[in-house]
């Protein structure tokens, strides 16, 4: 009897192991086309029971797949993509330091470099008004280019890199913050040791790799399917064996 009960303990933890790996999935699936986004990716552990007999998998953690998406050009002066290593910083609304790869900026009515969800982005500068082009130079000066036809110096921008990215938690709104596995930011220009350049009138696409999520979707189902079906019927075996010893 305590073979079935370990059965049907297995069947439950592999159920629900795979539920949370379909909320990775689909949140890889449903991110596709968010400019910047880093797909995730579920780890799995077995669980082994003091004569090393398997008795269930857990996730313990899933991690950020830190790869290069595709590079797009766009007509925007206010999209800016980072070739290589690191991340933006953006202010979030609690005051801390928040890093993303989205470079879809726009002004806000203060004339504050900002993201999709309002997040201000972390540079020393100003545009000014009156400008119709801006350029990035490889020590990460912006340069703005006037109506009139002058180039002027607006600011400078640095970005922020991590020895392990793999290890940054999500914030929401396509922007991580650090961890102890992620160790602290480095800041610094860009073309530096270990940070990337920084591009205007271009955005990154998501690095989601399409086959690679609906591969692991089919594959999340079919366990799931399988774990009900060996869970249902050791449960009925367990309420068999129950009536046997009744009767």
């Given at each position: 009897?305590?073979?079935?009960?370990?059965?049907?303990?297995?069947?439950?933890?592999?159920?629900?192991?795979?539920?949370?790996?379909?909320?990775?999935?689909?949140?890889?699936?449903?991110?596709?086309?968010?400019?910047?986004?880093?797909?995730?990716?579920?780890?799995?552990?077995?669980?082994?029971?003091?004569?090393?007999?398997?008795?269930?998998?857990?996730?313990?953690?899933?991690?950020?797949?830190?790869?290069?998406?595709?590079?797009?050009?766009?007509?925007?002066?206010?999209?800016?993509?980072?070739?290589?290593?690191?991340?933006?910083?953006?202010?979030?609304?609690?005051?801390?330091?928040?890093?993303?790869?989205?470079?879809?900026?726009?002004?806000?009515?203060?004339?504050?470099?900002?993201?999709?969800?309002?997040?201000?982005?972390?540079?020393?500068?100003?545009?000014?008004?009156?400008?119709?082009?801006?350029?990035?130079?490889?020590?990460?000066t912006v340069e703005a280019l006037m109506n009139d036809g002058t180039r002027v110096n607006?600011?400078?921008?640095?970005?922020?890199?991590?020895?392990?990215?793999?290890?940054?938690?999500?914030?929401?709104?396509?922007?991580?913050?650090?961890?102890?596995?992620?160790?602290?930011?480095?800041?610094?220009?860009?073309?530096?040791?270990?940070?990337?350049?920084?591009?205007?009138?271009?955005?990154?696409?998501?690095?989601?790799?399409?086959?690679?999520?609906?591969?692991q979707l089919m594959t999340d189902q079919r366990t799931f399917q399988m774990s009900v079906?060996?869970?249902?019927?050791?449960?009925?075996?367990?309420?068999?064996?129950?009536?046997?010893?009744?009767?």
């Amino acid at each position: 009897m305590s073979s079935l009960f370990n059965t049907l303990n297995i069947s439950r933890q592999d159920m629900l192991t795979r539920l949370l790996d379909l909320d990775t999935v689909s949140n890889n699936l449903a991110n596709m086309n968010t400019t910047g986004f880093k797909a995730s990716r579920s780890n799995f552990q077995e669980l082994l029971d003091r004569r090393l007999n398997r008795s269930g998998i857990i996730m313990p953690a899933t991690q950020v797949l830190t790869a290069q998406g595709n590079i797009k050009q766009t007509a925007n002066a206010l999209d800016w993509a980072i070739q290589g290593e690191g991340y933006f910083q953006v202010r979030l609304p609690d005051g801390r330091t928040g890093y993303t790869r989205d470079g879809q900026f726009s002004l806000d009515a203060a004339r504050n470099l900002v993201n999709a969800s309002g997040a201000r982005l972390v540079w020393t500068g100003t545009l000014p008004d009156g400008y119709q082009d801006v350029n990035i130079r490889e020590d990460g000066t912006v340069e703005a280019l006037m109506n009139d036809g002058t180039r002027v110096n607006a600011g400078t921008i640095q970005l922020a890199s991590f020895v392990n990215p793999s290890g940054l938690l999500g914030a929401g709104q396509n922007v991580w913050i650090p961890s102890l596995d992620s160790g602290p930011a480095r800041v610094g220009a860009p073309n530096t040791t270990g940070i990337g350049s920084v591009q205007s009138h271009q955005v990154e696409m998501s690095n989601v790799d399409i086959s690679r999520e609906m591969t692991q979707l089919m594959t999340d189902q079919r366990t799931f399917q399988m774990s009900v079906q060996a869970f249902q019927q050791t449960d009925q075996m367990i309420a068999q064996a129950i009536n046997l010893r009744k009767a």
